[in-house]
């Protein structure tokens, strides 16, 4: 009875051993193939945070192009806004200076003046002419009567363009000046 009962402890252990061992190799197998899925699974995700930094920075340099567009628009916006407060300055310190000076400008040309009035006048000296020589004089008078109407209708015309684009300044300054006052009150 003691030997049945060893060689069936024995046989129990044979088996319990067949079973390790296949278990064991069972084990192995799942091990590999989990081995293996760990690596294809390290090499896509790899491949995927590889993708992902490209994608970062392509974004990275399109956004720095964008900035350096916005930055360049913004100055180029303030360099156009410094010029026209330059050009309002400039104005209203010729709108504020010396009158007399102006007077003076306006006035200490006039010599000039009578050169340019001296040659344009046409000498009228017609006592001595006869009946067809007077209709040519006449002729050549109203020809020049007609350029000197065309060139006052020009002068005229820029006059107006002038007093226009003048008084869009005076209003532009007179903006700027209240601008100024209403940023000074407040601080």
């Known amino acids: 009875m003691h030997r049945r009962k060893v060689e ?6 044979k088996k319990l051993i067949d079973q390790h061992f296949v278990q064991r190799k069972k084990d192995e197998e799942d091990l590999d193939s989990l081995r293996g899925r760990i690596a294809n699974r390290k090499i896509v995700r790899d ?26 628009i913004e100055n180029r916006r303030k360099a156009e806004e410094e010029e026209r407060k330059k050009a309002t300055m400039a104005a209203i310190q010729y709108a504020t200076s010396n009158p007399k000076k ?3 400008k306006k006035g200490g040309n006039k010599q000039e003046k009578k050169k340019i009035l001296a040659a344009r006048r046409k000498n009228g ?8 020589q007077l209709a040519e004089k006449a002729q050549e008078f109203f020809k020049h009567f007609t350029e000197i ?23 532009r300054v007179h903006d700027l000046v209240g601008r100024q006052n209403k940023i000074n009150t407040r601080k």
């Open 149 to 171: 109407n065309e060139d006052k209708y020009n002068l005229e015309i820029t006059l107006q363009k002038h007093q226009y684009t003048l008084k869009l300044l005076r209003q």
């Open 125 to 132: 000296n017609i006592d001595h002419l006869t009946g067809p």
């Open 102 to 104: 102006r007077l003076q």
């Open 8 to 13: 069936k402890d024995i046989a129990d252990l």
């Open 47 to 72: 491949q995927q945070i590889q993708a992902r930094n490209e994608k970062l920075k392509a974004r990275e340099a399109q956004l720095a192009l964008e900035k350096e567009k916005r930055e360049a």
